[in-house]
T-cell receptor, first 113, second 115 residues
Framework: KNQVEQSPQSLIILEGKNCTLQ??????????LRWYKQDTGRGPVSLTI?????NTKSNGRYTATLDADTKQSSLHITASQLSDSASYIC????????????FGKGNQVVVIP | NAGVTQTPKFRVLKTGQSMTLLCAQD?????MYWYRQDPGMGLRLIHY???????AKGEVPDGYNVSRLKKQNFLLGLESAAPSQTSVYFC??????????????FGPGTRLTVL
């Protein structure tokens, strides 16, 4: 069973609208949780990082939240732009064996004009 | 994908052929990783290295070999390619734990098709 589950698998949103992506994980204990953005045909690029004690982290129009009690994280995109079309990957880094990251399958976001 | 390059970008192989993928970095990071990414699946770790001359198995190492003869290069080899190895391969690098950010920086990927 995958240790990181993301939803929705894919979504289409209108330019200028907001959206929220969900990540549920079972990895425990973990040191931090990252959200990566992967453009088509490119490698993933880190957007945000949160330690287990942090609740929220922003990077421009991207805001990530973390609830370590319920083992849930979300990524909120505000005022979406066409360049936000990408796959967003939730990654959990375990404390033990921190070379073996737990990757979600990604949320595929398509922004249309 | 600053500082991490992968060669080649695309490759088509026939079943049974061999090839080597090269990952090169100019960020002087100790840790290097090889992943594969398949449709509908998360990135999976093939092999990794925590320093020059070291390698270790990841989640899906079968059918692959690696070498880290120089700190800046990490090679991924397929001795006898199989169609199941059709995938996009990503290299990533990271600082030694405790020496700064734990972020993994990814290369641009190599798209491999095995016929």
């Amino acid at each position: 069973k995958n240790q990181v589950e993301q939803s929705p698998q894919s979504l289409i949103i209108l330019e200028g609208k907001n959206c929220t992506l969900q990540c549920n994980y079972t990895v425990s204990p973990f040191s931090n949780l990252r959200w990566y953005k992967q453009d088509t045909g490119r490698g993933p690029v880190s957007l945000t990082i949160m330690t287990f004690s942090e609740n929220t982290k922003s990077n421009g129009r991207y805001t990530a939240t973390l609830d370590a009690d319920t083992k849930q994280s979300s990524l909120h995109i505000t005022a979406s732009q066409l360049s936000d079309s990408a796959s967003y990957i939730c990654v959990v880094i375990p404390i033990y064996g921190n070379n073996r990251l737990a990757f979600g399958k990604g949320n595929q976001v398509v922004v249309i004009p | 994908n600053a500082g991490v390059t992968q060669t080649p970008k695309f490759r088509v192989l026939k079943t049974g052929q061999s090839m080597t993928l090269l990952c090169a970095q100019d960020m002087n990071h100790e840790y290097m990783y090889w992943y594969r990414q398949d449709p509908g699946m998360g990135l999976r770790l093939i092999h990794y290295s925590v320093g020059e001359g070291t390698t270790a198995k990841g989640e899906v190492p079968d059918g692959y070999n690696v070498s880290r003869l120089k700190k800046q290069n990490f090679l991924l080899g397929l001795e006898s390619a199989a169609p199941s190895q059709t995938s996009v391969y990503f290299c990533a690098i990271r600082r030694t734990p405790g020496q700064g950010s734990s972020e993994q920086f990814f290369g641009p990927g190599t798209r491999l098709t095995v016929l």
